[in-house]
């Protein structure tokens, strides 16, 4: 972990063999996003992104998509008519990786 603002960060490739983030760690990048909050087990961090309609909640997810496949980190989402609840974690580690918070970072830009 660096002390270089998330969002102007990138994302390492992870495919497995390094350890998950600590709760601490967590709660320090934690403290950096907008809204998002640490699951009780610090395997996931979540937020609900409220619109609308369904043509923003589609535009959102769109540019949401985008920062998703430039950094090669997906989220899983669930997209209902005026909200799309996203969840960030790192599934070759089992738990959170610095790749989770910065996507998040950037997740929460697109709405600044």
Request: hydrophobic share 40%; net charge negative; aromatic share 8%.
């Amino acid at each position: 972990m660096t002390d270089t603002n998330l969002v102007e960060r990138r994302c390492l490739p992870c495919e497995g063999g390094v350890d998950a983030l600590d709760r601490t760690t967590s709660e320090v990048l934690l403290g950096q996003l907008k809204g998002w909050s640490l699951s009780e087990d610090n395997t996931t961090i979540t937020r609900a992104f409220k619109f609308r309609n369904f043509h923003e909640v589609m535009e959102f997810v769109n540019a949401l998509a985008w920062v998703a496949h430039r950094e090669d980190h997906h989220p899983d989402m669930l997209v209902t008519y005026s909200q799309v609840d996203v969840t960030y974690t790192t599934h070759a580690i089992g738990g959170l990786s610095d790749n989770d918070f910065i996507c998040a970072a950037k997740i929460d830009a697109l709405l600044d």
